[in-house]
């Protein structure tokens, strides 16, 4: 696969992670460049990095796009990492949360929301401080997660919830949105899924042996959470409470319908295409309350005691007690029970009940979302599923809990973004819910832990993989159905760290001023503050070093090694960084292509004799061992963020320089002519270009071209 791998390779393997380390570099863009718009096709971002640094590099790419925002911050207990002296633990906490979370609201879409997990030591304090920052208004709610577990061993009452405050960007937009904040109804999708196989499996399966396999679907699943339930605890009767499916046991009828809505007869089924329609039946009487006097009144349109016949039998039903819940004949833009009798939406069964009235199942398939949430607390062992131990991190999360919240706030091309995310458990959440709703969701994980390499991205491969494990093993591959909505491309980012800005920093080896002189402590101070970082580190890789972009794909930091005082030099991707520093969206991401160039040096006796050479590029042509280098990036930013209606279409153009100033720029004004592009007359807002250049500096050029050096400096040091 390595070496004949294509985009047909990537779709036929869904599961395929594209690592570029086992690629050589031209081999690896050939396959990535195949693919339109790199950025809008990756299914996952996965970013080994501190968050706040990662928060700063997403902003430009993602203002007003992310949909939901879930968190788990440290929950600041004193045994989760965040350990300070008393007296400083909650500011020190909350100054930590406060800068993540206004730089979060930049991101945050204006239909979005944010959830944030917490305990009851800093809920008080996380409450005000994302109504500091979103606005007291647009607080939505604060959750209570019921993890439905026991501690026999607490001294006092035992702990089983949690809490989850959720913050909107817009609350007034939020609530105009009938689908926010509403979930599918639990065993409806079992229950679709059935009937899909069964008419998959037989066309037009017998009515019957539809309710007598919808039986067994209910008593399957009434059993096993049934025994789940008294495994974590609960009696046989409080699990009958808390079922989550008791609402849809009662639809358990079925019935062939047309396209249109119109009943069918079972024998008449395959003629008519009809489909199968699955009901339950309801008494339709009248709600309590005050009710209008004409409900009484036989002479009146609104009388509600009549009692109906059956058209076919001609036998006479009971009303209800309180009165039918519609009046009997028509009346204009009104449900009636004539027009409910007609669709066939009345069922007469023995003589002297009340008429039932049907509800069909995909006429309610979503549920309002409630403030508690029952979940078990079954993160340890879903992660020991997939790896076969346990103990990888500390009480990570149960996916079922966040794929819930998914669910209730995101459509299926949204996308979700995590900056505490741990062991990846939001991954694997919207990998689930992706299969399950057939969605096609998209996930931004940031983590900075060691388990980012050992447990995050191994846990998101092999959710890809497959659903289901058993000890670290696939129980099977995808099938067909998940396969297609998994992910294809995974981003596996690393950014610089500020301990390794501090390993690249190039100290000079005889400073100006002898620092160790007593005598001179005031010269010294001010020296290394303002002097020596200023100027004496200049030049620092990670400080940006703009001579090294004369490659592009050489420029290299000293990266510490997790775990250990270790350091190792790696190559950064300064065409990636760039296109996340000004927010580009890729639109094409050309191969690095190779030119030989036939070049001529002329002279000319009119200038001075240290300006007279001149280069000309006669000929240049695509070879794979030119020497000349250039790589073609080109997308769009947005003027104003969040508006797609301000889009300038951006070329960001790489190239390798020789160190010949003449001949570069012979060989890119040959470049240029050859790919018909000129700088005076572009279809594009902004040209970027590394390496200076003598490209026209007049008209509309003059802010159309711009030096990549200059905006990657600019960029990198515009909040510091």
């Known amino acids: 696969i390595r070496q004949k791998i294509s985009l047909a390779d990537i779709k036929k393997h869904p599961s395929l992670m594209i690592n570029t380390k086992n690629f050589s570099e031209e081999f690896a863009a050939n396959i990535l460049s195949s693919i339109s718009d790199i950025a809008e096709n990756t299914d996952g971002v996965l970013i080994n990095g501190e968050n706040f640094n990662a928060l700063n590099l997403l902003v430009s790419s993602l203002a007003d796009r992310v949909k939901l925002i879930y968190i788990d911050p440290p929950y600041n207990t004193g045994v989760d990492g965040f350990v300070y002296k008393d007296s400083l633990k909650t500011s020190s906490w909350l100054a930590m949360i406060f800068d993540r979370l206004q730089l979060s609201k930049k991101i945050l879409s204006n239909r979005g929301v944010i959830y944030s997990s917490i305990n009851e030591v800093e809920r008080s304090s996380l409450e005000e401080c994302m109504k500091s920052v979103f606005g007291a208004d647009n607080f939505v709610a604060e959750l209570i997660w019921a993890r439905d577990t026991v501690s026999n061993n607490s001294p006092m009452y035992s702990k089983n919830h949690e809490y989850i405050e959720v913050c909107g960007k817009n609350k007034a937009l939020i609530e105009s949105d009938k689908r926010m904040f509403r979930e599918t109804r639990p065993g409806f999708s079992e229950v679709m899924d059935l009937i899909a196989r069964l008419q998959e499996e037989q066309a037009y399966p017998s009515l019957s042996k539809v309710e007598s396999e919808i039986k067994v679907l209910y008593d399957t699943h009434r059993a096993e959470y049934r025994d789940q339930a008294i495994e974590q605890g609960e009696s046989a009767e409080e699990a009958k409470k808390t079922d989550p499916w008791k609402g849809i046991y009662p639809y358990k009828f079925a019935e062939y319908r047309s396209g249109s809505g119109k009943y069918v007869s079972e024998n008449d089924a395959k003629k008519s295409s009809a489909r199968i329609w699955i009901f339950r039946e309801v008494e339709p009487s009248m709600p309590s309350g005050k009710q209008s006097e004409s409900i009484f009144d036989p002479c009146s349109d609104n009388y509600r005691f009549y009692k109906p016949k059956d058209k076919i039998t001609g036998v006479e039903y009971s009303h209800p007690k309180r009165g039918w819940a519609f009046p009997e004949k028509s009346i204009e833009n009104r449900p009636t029970l004539e027009k409910y009798i007609t669709d066939n939406r009345i069922v007469f069964k023995k003589p002297g009940s009340i008429p039932q009235q049907k509800y069909f199942l995909h006429e309610v398939e979503s549920v309002v979302a409630t403030s508690v949430i029952r979940q078990y607390s079954d993160g340890e062992p879903k992660l020991e599923e997939l790896f076969g131990k346990k103990g990888l991190v500390d009480n990570p999360k149960p ?32 990998i689930e819910l992706n299969r399950k709703s057939k969605g096609k969701r998209k996930f931004i994980l940031v983590e900075m832990g060691g388990h980012f390499t050992t447990t995050l991205v191994p846990r998101i491969v092999k959710s890809t993989y497959s659903s289901k494990w058993e000890m670290g093993n696939p129980a099977s591959p995808c099938n067909k159905v998940e396969a297609e909505f998994s992910p294809k491309i995974l981003k596996v980012i690393t950014l610089e760290s500020y301990e390794d800005t501090l390993n690249n920093l190039l100290l000079p080896k005889n400073p100006v001023v002898d620092v160790e002189n007593p005598q001179n402590s005031d010269l010294a101070r001010d020296y290394l503050l303002k002097y020596w970082l200023d100027f004496e580190t200049a030049g620092s890789p990670s400080l940006l070093n703009v001579r090294q972009f004369a490659d592009p794909t050489a420029y290299r930091l000293k990266v510490k090694q997790p775990g250990s005082e270790a350091q190792v030099e790696k190559t950064v991707d300064l065409i990636e960084t760039f296109n996340w520093l000004i927010g580009l969206h890729v639109a094409q991401l050309d191969r690095p292509r190779r030119y030989a160039a036939e070049l001529v040096q002329t002279v000319d006796p009119d200038l001075p004799k240290d300006q007279d050479t001149r280069w000309t590029c006669a000929r240049i042509d695509e070879q794979d061992e030119g020497e000349f280098w250039f790589r073609w990036v080109e997308g769009h930013v947005l003027a104003v963020p969040g508006d797609e209606t301000s889009r300038q279409r951006v070329l960001v153009l790489w190239r390798k320089l020789s160190g010949d100033a003449g001949r570069d720029q012979a060989v890119l004004d040959a470049y240029l002519a050859k790919k018909m592009l000129n700088p005076l007359e572009s279809e594009f807002e902004t040209i970027y270009i590394n390496g200076s250049h003598a490209l026209p500096s ?12 200059e905006t990657f400096a600019q960029r990198m040091w515009e909040d510091a």
């Open 399 to 430: 996916p079922g809990l966040i794929t819930k919240i998914a669910s209730q706030t995101t459509d299926s091309s949204d996308i979700i973004l995590d900056f505490f995310a741990g062991s990846g458990t939001t991954g694997q959440s919207v």
């Open 698 to 709: 007049d008209g509309n050029a003059a802010t159309r071209v711009r030096l990549i050096e």
